[in-house]
């Protein structure tokens, strides 16, 4: 079960990452800002830089706020119109995204890079049923014919774990549970067989239970056809056995990227660090072995607002003087683990 119960139990899978491993997606110092009207400009995503290999399992984590759903909906482009690219590129199989035509971005979407929302609920067409919801993703990608569509979409749903593929096939979203719907998606996100897949918090509406067994279906599916994943979260325990690289946001940077052991075992980043300490205090009172409600001491910074220097200053126990006077720049610990703090300065 991805939902470990001590962190000193982690065993994730380690994935190597050597020089001829082909990237799947490259995003190079990407940065947003939304202008919204009568307001100040807001930077929700700042200089990120992200690798995502073929067939890894990157987990992005980080406080709600801190830019992870718009990382995600801008590697589709699919910003709000108040959104602009300020900097940077988001190279998918070798062509940049910012710079595709809708009409290439149709074909990309839903094809070679797929999303798995939030909320099924609100994703699903309340007056459509599940079969034909999953038909209209193959009909925009795939020359097949009704016959084919029909014989796939009840594969699909046996994929996803439903026994009984021909009565959900024909049934409406509301007839399903929560967990049933959030397998529904699952289908539909892999109906064309994706290079790329991004789920944004796809279990966040679930109980535990059922966060442990979509999980392992979604990275059992994952698996099963090589497609790479971005799973979204603020909470490390979702990534515990699950990612193969964490990569931790904070108020719109990458501030921590390494392999899932790296960041778990050894955060370095005084978030990450605070993270880490947050879930084992969120599990041991849900586990009745102590009263105290976790929580990082402070705010996350308004991003509408410029910053000298790091943006986790003042909220940081270990913070030094250069800290609020200059922004950290990148350092390699190692060949798969980077930090932007002064402690861990080249």
């Given at each position: 079960?991805?939902?470990?119960?001590?962190?000193?139990?982690?065993?994730?899978?380690?994935?190597?990452?050597?020089?001829?491993?082909?990237?799947?997606?490259?995003?190079?110092?990407?940065?947003?800002?939304?202008?919204?009207?009568?307001?100040?400009?807001?930077?929700?995503?700042?200089?990120?830089?992200?690798r995502i290999h073929a067939g890894e399992v990157v987990g992005i984590i980080g406080e709600s706020g801190s830019g992870k759903s718009t990382l995600a909906t801008s590697i589709l482009k699919l910003l709000p119109e108040h959104a602009q690219y300020s900097a940077g590129s988001v190279q998918f199989e070798g062509q940049d995204v910012l710079t595709m035509r809708e009409s290439e971005l149709r074909?990309?979407?839903?094809?070679?890079?797929?999303?798995?929302?939030?909320?099924?609920?609100?994703?699903?067409?309340?007056?459509?049923?599940?079969?034909?919801?999953?038909?209209?993703?193959?009909?925009?990608?795939?020359?097949?014919?009704?016959?084919?569509?029909?014989?796939?979409?009840?594969?699909?749903?046996?994929?996803?774990?439903?026994?009984?593929?021909?009565?959900?096939?024909?049934?409406?979203?509301?007839?399903?549970?929560?967990?049933?719907?959030?397998?529904?998606?699952?289908?539909?996100?892999?109906?064309?067989?994706?290079?790329?897949?991004?789920?944004?918090?796809?279990?966040?509406?679930?109980?535990?239970?059922?966060?442990?067994?979509?999980?392992?279906?979604?990275?059992?599916?994952?698996?099963?056809?090589?497609?790479?994943?971005?799973?979204?979260?603020?909470?490390?325990?979702?990534?515990?056995?699950?990612?193969?690289?964490?990569?931790?946001?904070?108020?719109?940077?990458?501030?921590?990227?390494?392999?899932?052991?790296?960041?778990?075992?050894?955060?370095?980043?005084?978030?990450?660090?605070?993270?880490?300490?947050?879930?084992?205090?969120?599990?041991?009172?849900?586990?009745?072995?102590?009263?105290?409600?976790?929580?990082?001491?402070?705010?996350?910074?308004?991003?509408?607002?410029?910053?000298?220097?790091?943006?986790?200053?003042?909220?940081?126990?270990?913070?030094?003087?250069?800290?609020?006077?200059?922004?950290?720049?990148?350092?390699?610990?190692?060949?798969?683990?980077?930090?932007?703090?002064?402690?861990?300065?080249?």
């Open positions: 079960m991805p939902v470990v119960e001590e962190l000193e139990g982690y065993a994730g899978r380690l994935f190597l990452q050597s020089s001829e491993s082909r990237a799947v997606l490259e995003i190079r110092e990407l940065s947003v800002r939304y202008l919204p009207i009568g307001q100040k400009p807001v930077h929700p995503v700042k200089c990120v830089s992200l074909r990309v979407r839903g094809a070679r890079i797929a999303m798995i929302p939030q909320d099924p609920a609100t994703s699903l067409n309340p007056v459509l049923k599940v079969g034909t919801q999953i038909s209209e993703v193959l009909r925009a990608h795939q020359p097949l014919s009704n016959s084919q569509r029909k014989t796939r979409v009840l594969g699909l749903l046996h994929e996803v774990g439903f026994n009984d593929a021909e009565r959900v096939a024909s049934a409406y979203p509301h007839e399903l549970s929560g967990g049933q719907r959030q397998r529904v998606v699952i289908a539909q996100a892999v109906a064309c067989k994706p290079a790329l897949l991004i789920a944004d918090e796809p279990t966040s509406k679930l109980d535990t239970q059922l966060q442990a067994d979509i999980l392992t279906l979604l990275i059992s599916v994952v698996r099963r056809h090589g497609t790479s994943l971005i799973l979204i979260t603020h909470d490390p325990g979702i990534l515990i056995g699950v990612a193969d690289r964490i990569a931790v946001m904070y108020a719109g940077s990458i501030v921590e990227d390494g392999t899932a052991e790296e960041v778990v075992r050894n955060p370095l980043h005084p978030y990450t660090q605070a993270l880490v300490i947050l879930f084992k205090s969120e599990h041991g009172r849900r586990a009745g072995k102590t009263k105290e409600f976790p929580v990082i001491v402070g705010e996350a910074p308004d991003l509408s607002h410029a910053f000298a220097g790091c943006r986790f200053e003042p909220r940081c126990s270990e913070r030094m003087a250069v800290c609020s006077a200059q922004d950290p720049t990148e350092s390699n610990v190692s060949h798969s683990h980077r930090v932007s703090c002064f402690k861990h300065a080249n």
